[in-house]
């Protein structure tokens, strides 16, 4: 990695902060991947990048009224890969003043595209949807390059993240309004829904392209323009779904993406009274902070935040079912989704048998670059991330856990970490408190069912929970007992486009995917015909 040009960035925690932020290039400090290392752009990352560049998907300028722009003062920022470290690419790192501008072409889009036939708007998104399966390989690359996720797996989020475009591709038919009965003989009422307006959508790394389809793709359908603002670490998947976009035909400035400064992306957001609306993924704590700006213009808020779910394993399970099933939901991105099971409590008559079984199972779990045949666990996205594992681990056995398996970094270096199983873990220990969002599953031991429900939702999060029994009045009891948005029952994976997701408590407002998904980006209006008896 070179120091010249504008791309002079450092880590501090989990953020680049840009070198002209920094006191001076003496405090510049190398980014963890590089710890002194001077990168190459190996072969075969640059045969795949070349790749992208000539299928025109490699694109690293911002897009503002359909326009690509470098940043106004000609910054930008590096985006590398979690396996190697390497430098895939320079973007342009746009703050408050792009941002605006984005705004603006957004709103002046908003016009015209929320004046087309929902027919027309449907076209659009379908032809979308094919373009992002015509070109589902290179997507996915890309996503494993960025991210660091294992190819086949992130090829299964560019079909999974085209489904929502596709689903709301359909949806965009079905806008429908309502007639109520009236309370005087001489008046009607009706009720049209109609789009909010331009919707800022922010989203995390974990998911670079699906948690974008599962945003702009109602936005779109509903017939709101957007403001994009991916994250600084997985930008380039956002910017090819886009490049695709206009490709289909959406028209200028119905999407727009701005990437790098975060804070002054968001404020110009929040504080814009042309953007009506606020849909999030991400942490918890950034959700507060937008939901807290974005009461100075009211705007509507979706916001989909920060998981601790609990994976329950009741004695009566079927053992295979629970262990591949608990294996899916924990160690799907390297346990790096809001979804991923980060609590395990298994009954006390099955735990020894289940623990031993399902330390087997993760034992088999090959790590590697996501590049690599039969590599199921790529990197964590960051130095931060490995840090923040390892302190989680080492909270844990300092106050009595059990290593079963791994509990430390891979010997492949970089950001990888072992895939680990703890037992004799406790409710008070940091891993059961917040989510490690790293490949460590935690065990812990519990009696009876009310037992088990009081310790799942012993949380502050209400995201996803996970049930393995195979009691059907106790698959219902357990289901509603729960204070969780979603929950899987002897099922590990249970994300679907046709499917309300999101959380309860402080993980979330709002929903995505599905017919209720598009609600978020609708306003109600009520209409009340007076006077019908004039003649
Ligand atoms: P994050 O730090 O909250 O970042 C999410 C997005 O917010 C990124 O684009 C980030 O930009 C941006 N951001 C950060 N500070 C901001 C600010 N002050 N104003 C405006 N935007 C700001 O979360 P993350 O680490 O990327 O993602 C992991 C988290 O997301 C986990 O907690 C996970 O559970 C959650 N998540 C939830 C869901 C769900 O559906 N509920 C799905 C996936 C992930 P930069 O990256 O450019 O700084």
Redesign the pocket.
């Known amino acids: 990695m070179t120091l010249s040009g504008v791309a002079r960035v450092a880590f501090v925690g989990?953020?680049r902060i840009f070198a002209s932020h920094l006191p001076s290039m003496q405090s510049y400090t190398p980014a963890f991947s590089r710890q002194g290392i001077v990168c190459q752009m190996s072969v075969g990352m640059k045969s795949v990048t070349d790749r992208l560049r000539d299928s025109g998907l490699l694109r690293t300028q911002g897009l503002i009224g359909g326009k690509w722009i470098d940043a106004y003062d000609g910054k930008t920022l590096e985006v590398h890969n979690p396996a190697t470290g390497e430098v895939i690419a320079n973007v342009s790192c746009m703050g408050g003043k792009e941002t605006k501008d984005a705004i603006s072409s957004a709103f002046d889009a908003f016009n015209s595209w929320s004046k087309l036939t929902a027919a027309e708007r449907s076209k659009g998104l379908r032809k979308w949807y094919d373009l992002l399966m015509a070109h589902k390989e290179e997507l996915g690359q890309l996503i494993t390059l960025e991210q660091g996720k294992p190819l086949k797996e992130a090829v299964g989020e560019v079909d999974y993240g085209a489904k929502f475009i596709e689903f709301y591709a359909e949806e965009a038919k079905r806008v429908y309004g309502d007639i109520i009965p009236a309370t005087l003989p001489d008046r009607r009422i009706f009720v049209l829904k109609q789009p909010v307006g331009v919707a800022g959508a922010?989203?995390?790394?974990?998911?670079p392209l699906a948690?974008i389809t599962r945003k702009v793709g109602p936005a779109l359908a509903c017939g709101c323009t957007v403001v994009l603002?991916?994250?600084?670490?997985t930008p380039l998947s956002a910017l090819a779904a886009a490049e695709l976009a206009l490709q289909a035909g959406i028209p200028p400035g119905v999407v727009n993406v701005v990437?790098g400064n975060?804070?002054d992306?968001?404020d110009a957001l929040l504080t814009s009274p042309q953007v009506r609306k606020i849909t999030?993924?991400?942490?918890?704590?950034?959700?507060k902070?937008?939901m807290a700006g974005a009461a100075g213009t009211v705007k509507k808020v979706s916001l989909?935040?920060?998981?601790n779910a609990p994976c329950i394993v009741f004695d009566d399970a079927d053992l295979n079912v629970a262990v591949n099933g608990a294996l899916a939901a924990k160690f799907r991105n390297s346990g790096q989704?809001?979804v991923c099971a980060n609590r395990v409590l298994v009954q006390e008559g099955i735990y020894e048998k289940f623990a031993d079984a399902f330390s087997k199972a993760v034992k088999n779990l090959k790590v590697g670059d996501g590049f690599g045949e039969g590599v199921v666990q790529g990197p964590l996205i960051n130095k931060a991330a490995l840090e923040k594992v390892e302190t989680f681990v080492e909270d844990a056995v300092s106050k009595g856990a059990k290593v079963l398996l791994g509990g430390r970094r891979h010997s492949l270096g970089m950001t990888f970490y072992e895939p680990t199983v703890l037992s004799n873990v406790k409710s008070e220990m940091l891993v059961s408190r917040e989510?490690v969002?790293g490949p460590v599953a935690p065990l812990l031991c519990f009696k009876t069912e009310e037992e088990a429900i009081h310790m799942a939702n012993d949380t502050n999060a209400g995201?996803a929970a996970y049930i393995f029994t195979n009691n059907l009045q106790r698959t219902w009891r357990v289901s509603e007992a729960l204070e969780y948005g979603l929950v899987g029952v002897n099922e590990g994976l249970i994300s679907t486009e046709v499917a309300p997701?999101?959380?309860v408590k402080q993980?979330?407002l709002g929903r995505?995917g599905s017919k209720y998904g598009m609600d978020e980006f609708l306003e109600i209006k009520y209409v009340c015909l007076g006077d019908m008896n004039r003649k």
């Open positions: 989990s953020r922010i989203t995390p790394w974990n998911f948690m603002k991916p994250s600084e670490f990437m975060a804070p992306i968001g999030f993924t991400g942490s918890t704590a950034v959700g902070k937008l989909e935040l920060g998981g989704t809001c989510e969002f995201l997701f999101g959380g993980s979330g995505e």
